[in-house]
């Protein structure tokens, strides 16, 4: 007999919270022998190779327009989520990719649809990262399909490409089990921020869709529903296109709240979630009606009374000629493993929010001055500070439209740090622990449940480009998943309401 709860998402975040008194109890054992493989493959489809276009000299690819458009796609999903590196592993070796992914499972998948451009027929492409390839694997029009399941998005309208990206739910929940739906958005979050930014480089202006007949897509990709789902869809605007400059429009739409389920058992608890968020095909979605929401010179969340107020306005991090510097950065960023405990210069923690939370000052560098999120006024960001020079120890509100840092609570939280972040030592020893949170009610309000994986999924670009910006200043920076929720906010004096979705740590790398 179904009952009268609270939402769905707020009763899936309450239950996969982390808590000091359960979690030693709940402790799951690893099967290693049933460990996910996190590469897919098909028996049938042909391959197109695009490691040919990395490695050409800048000069043939200039003066041929073919291996100039096969160059700006191959160097597209390289940057998005090739394989950046390769660590030996007990005999087996491990690939790491330039998108970070918890516990290193990726479950992310990504795919390629084609309208039908010259040197791309239309259908379906997956970009297979363990050889830099797309399999093309189904030869058919499809993009009347993406478009009705997008509700005619007007994005799609005089474009020719788009990705999407799926999550396969059992690669990370193998390990993570239902709080790993988290960390697959987080983790999508992250590979959507490279895309974004990667698509600067190769001449495309990225629309985000995370607003779509959840159904329709995963048919049109022809996956099991049971076992993958839809994150995200980003078209791709070329910008050498005039008629593919395009206006931008929302990429969330709400679905339905819902306070009527059934008893769900641990283990069913991620997939009933992602199921129960979808929106209703019959949705009446009317473009012409619909703005995307100024997220500047609106007045920031928190002013706390008579707290201290430091401006974080800076010059902005130089990507290098061409991005030459951005791509770099891609290329060789990785998550760091341990800090030296060694503070950071206020310049630096400046720098890192202006890349992060300020892109309209990137315009000069080609960079989008816009990029999308879902909805960036829902999210809310607190820092706290364990060693920079020049600023207290604490925890702070940092306010993006004033661009100022907003004190809290004044104390070295080192230790706390660690035992908020389960024992991980990058949390006492990074020099900034920064979390991203959000008001789960009002969230709620706005969008239904499905918010929840609009959260997760900004959460993750910002964290992608903190990431960045470390790597590009020789930080260190890694995100952490794993926290105990509650404690977070009553140890930092987080207003209680905020729900921490991510923390990202940054510091001087050991
Ligand atoms: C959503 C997310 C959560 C993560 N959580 C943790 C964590 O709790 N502890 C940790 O040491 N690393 C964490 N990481 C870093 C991953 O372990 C790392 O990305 C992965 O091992 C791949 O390595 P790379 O980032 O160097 O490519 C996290 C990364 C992401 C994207």
């Known amino acids: 007999m179904p009952e009268l709860h609270q939402s769905i998402a707020q009763h899936y975040h309450d239950r996969t919270k982390y808590d000091p008194q359960t979690l030693a109890t709940k402790t799951h054992q690893i099967d290693w022998a049933k460990q996910p493989v ?6 049938i489809g042909t391959n197109i190779d695009l490691k040919p276009y990395l490695e050409q000299p800048s000069a043939t690819i200039k003066n041929n327009p073919q291996s100039q458009w096969w160059s700006r796609l191959s160097q597209l999903l390289f940057h998005s989520y090739g394989l950046t590196a390769r660590m030996p592993s007990m ?16 479950p992310a998948e990504l795919y390629i649809v084609s309208r039908g451009t010259p040197l791309l027929p239309p259908g379906l492409y997956n970009y297979q990262c363990r050889t830099h390839s797309l399999v093309y694997y189904w030869e058919s029009d499809v993009w009347p399909s993406l478009q009705a399941a997008t509700f005619w998005h007007p994005s799609l309208e005089n474009t020719q490409l788009a990705i999407i990206t799926t999550g396969i739910f ?13 960390r697959i958005l987080l983790d999508t979050g992250h590979l959507l921020g490279n895309i974004q930014l990667a698509a600067n480089i190769s001449d495309y202006r990225s629309h985000l869709i995370a607003g779509f007949v959840d159904e329709a897509i995963n048919d049109l990709l022809y996956i099991d529903p049971e076992n993958e789902g839809a994150t995200a869809i980003i078209t791709l605007a070329d910008l050498l296109d005039v008629r593919q400059n395009l206006p931008l429009k929302p990429a969330a739409l709400p679905s339905t709240t819902e306070t009527t389920y059934p008893f769900i058992p641990d283990g069913q608890l991620l997939k009933y979630f992602h199921k129960n968020t979808q929106i209703a095909p019959t949705t009446n ?8 929401e100024p997220t500047v010179g609106l007045s920031d969340k928190y002013n706390f009374p ?6 974080t306005k800076t010059k902005p991090i130089n990507w290098g000629e061409n991005l030459s510097e951005l791509s770099n950065t891609i290329y060789k960023r990785r998550s760091t493993r341990a800090y030296s405990g060694e503070n950071l210069t ?15 000052n990137y315009i000069d560098q ?10 960036l006024n829902l999210i809310e960001t607190f820092i706290a500070v364990s060693g920079v020079e020049g600023l207290d120890s604490g925890c702070y509100y940092y306010a993006p439209n004033a661009q100022e840092l907003r004190q809290i609570r004044f104390k070295n939280f080192r230790r706390e740090l660690h035992f908020l972040c389960l024992g991980q030592e990058l949390g006492r020893d990074a020099a900034v622990v920064l979390f991203h949170t959000a008001d789960l009610k009002t969230a709620i309000a706005k969008y239904g449940d499905r918010v929840y994986r609009y959260l997760h999924l900004d959460a993750g670009i910002l964290g992608q480009r903190l990431n960045l910006a470390a790597i590009r200043m020789n930080l260190g920076v890694s995100g952490i998943g794993g926290f105990f929720d509650d404690q977070v906010n009553e140890v930092l004096g987080i207003p209680i309401d905020e729900a921490v979705l991510y923390i990202t740590t940054l510091g001087r790398p050991r």
Not at 38 to 43: D, H, R
């Open 38 to 43: 996190p590469f897919k493959e098909y028996k």
């Open 91 to 106: 005999g087996s070796a491990v690939y790491l990719r330039s998108a970070p992914s918890a516990g290193g499972l990726y």
């Open 170 to 182: 059992y690669r990370s929940a193998w390990r993570y089990e239902d709080r790993a739906y988290r």
């Open 285 to 292: 979605v009317n473009w012409n009606l619909l703005q995307v």
């Open 306 to 311: 008579f707290c201290d107020k430091i401006s």
């Open 346 to 360: 206020f310049a630096e923690l400046k720098a890192l929010l202006d890349f992060t939370y300020q892109p309209q």
């Open 366 to 375: 080609n960079l989008d001055p816009h990029p999308d999120y879902l909805d």
